[in-house]
């Protein structure tokens, strides 16, 4: 079983930065994108941005410009640079491995990102 630490959460201010971490515990084979997505309480988990083996990337228009999604194969990890955090950031993140069927996508635990006003 593949387990996914996520890293890098915690509480900033208004237009600060924030770097998260998602180490894979092994080579997960069978991907299609390594990806972040983010829930509020009460609200659906959203893609936030999402990236291929041959680093093509995509991201929610609301964090375009700010955030920036990246990916080192050799470590089996991905990263989620956020800078110019704003408020509505704030949210649980979760880093996810989009595989190719039949095999099962993995999550990791989620990690509280908290941007004050």
């Known amino acids: 079983q593949v387990q996914l630490v996520e890293s890098g959460g915690g509480l900033v201010q208004a237009g600060g930065s924030l770097r998260l971490s998602c180490a894979a515990s092994?080579?997960?084979?069978?991907?299609?994108?390594m990806g972040w997505y983010r829930q509020t309480p009460g609200g659906q988990r959203e893609l936030v941005a999402a990236?291929?083996?041959?680093?093509?990337?995509r991201y929610a228009d609301s964090v375009k410009g700010r955030f920036t999604i990246s990916w080192d194969n050799a470590k089996n990890t991905v990263y989620l640079q956020m800078s110019s955090l704003k408020p509505e950031d704030t949210a649980v993140y979760y880093c996810n491995v989009d595989r190719k069927p039949p095999f099962m996508d993995y999550w990791g635990q989620g990690t509280q990102v908290t941007v004050s006003s």
């Open positions: 990236i291929t083996r041959g680093d093509n990337t």
């Open positions: 092994r080579t997960i084979s069978s991907i299609n994108a």
